[in-house]
């Protein structure tokens, strides 16, 4: 027996690659249904090769009976909608930042911390966690287990995947408009993505920190362990799929690269792909598609004791967003809901 599955913002990026995931890893489902706004009421969205879902309104949607919802449309939306469909009985996992840092809301990368699935009861909602967070958190828990991170300081290069498909058609326009010679119309970013780096991704803060260098500081400390000291800074690259992350650590005792290699290679979830050579490494091109987070330049850092560098790279809108999300829901049937069993 499967489940009954509604996933919305199912005509944005991330929902259609939910829809996607849930159809590749044949996740057990009796009915899925695909939820939007009132305005995409009537399209068409795949699920699967074969199978195409029409899209429903989720304001008016009745989610009695539904056991999860699988949502990525935007923080608002979570707002209102999610506590409606949790009191209705579903389990809901969220991939917008609204419930993040709710004391009674887990936030979950299975590879790092799926005991924390156990605490879902308390709403009925799940986090998922920003997008640069997981692919980093992946890389960092092996490490930590090994050696202790002490602080980890982040900079961040961020596909315009991340702004959604405005963001994409955006680069796409401008990179048009250059070659052409013609204006440059500006809406999703603050100025000009072709062929430039914004520092600058979500709201300043008091501090001047960005809020999405904010999300990668507390997100982290609540996934992996609120001891550990993070900076970040996160910059918008024209790049349309893919984040990277160039990530130095300084660790509690001593470690060599040889040791840190080994424990990445034995870790769910990451590849490394560390050669010392022309081509011996990932970029975010070749992460477009894939499940695993890359890890690729790991090196002593010289100038500080117990130290490293490497660098991260994942697709953002698979392990980033859709296929995280899809993992905790599989944690969920498998060690909670249990009712395909």
């Given at each position: ?27 057990p489902i ?230 840190a290699r ?37 090196r002593e ?41």
């Amino acid at each position: 027996m499967g489940y009954k599955i509604a996933v919305v913002g199912a005509t944005g990026n991330v929902g259609r690659e939910l829809l996607t995931t849930l159809s590749e890893r044949a996740f057990p489902i009796d009915k899925i249904t695909a939820l939007a706004s009132e305005n995409s009421v009537g399209r068409v969205v795949s699920f699967g090769e074969e199978d195409e879902l029409d899209v429903q309104s989720l304001s008016s949607f009745d989610f009695t009976g539904t056991d999860i919802v699988l949502s990525s449309a935007g923080g608002k939306v979570s707002a209102e909608f999610a506590p409606r469909a949790a009191k209705a009985g579903a389990v809901v996992i969220d991939n917008t930042s609204h419930f993040r840092m709710d004391p009674d809301v887990p936030l979950v990368v299975p590879e790092v911390n799926p005991h924390a699935i156990s605490e879902y009861g308390q709403r009925n909602i799940i986090a998922n966690p920003n997008c640069s967070t997981i692919q980093m958190v992946v890389a960092l828990k092996p490490l930590h287990d090994l050696a202790g991170l002490k602080r980890v300081v982040v900079s961040t290069y961020q596909s315009v995947s991340g702004a959604g498909r405005a963001g994409m058609d955006e680069l796409f326009n401008q990179t048009r408009a250059v070659f052409v010679n013609d204006p440059l119309d500006r809406a999703e970013f603050t100025k000009q993505i072709a062929f430039n780096a914004i520092p600058h991704i979500d709201v300043f803060m008091d501090d001047g920190s960005t809020k999405e260098e904010w999300k990668m500081v507390v997100e982290t400390k609540k996934i992996l362990d609120p001891k550990i000291k993070v900076s970040a800074t996160c910059v918008r690259v024209p790049v349309f799929i893919g984040h990277a992350e160039s990530v130095n650590m300084t660790f509690e005792k001593e470690v060599t690269v040889e040791e840190a290699r080994a424990a990445l290679s034995a870790a769910p979830g990451v590849v490394v792909v560390d050669h010392r050579a022309d081509e011996g490494y990932v970029t975010p091109v070749e992460s477009v598609g894939e499940d695993s987070v890359y890890v690729s330049r790991i090196r002593e850092d010289i100038s500080e004791e117990n130290a490293l560098n490497m660098w991260v790279v994942s697709d953002n809108l698979r392990k980033g967003a859709a296929l995280n999300a899809v993992q905790i829901a599989e944690a969920l049937v498998a060690g909670y809901l249990d009712k395909a069993a």
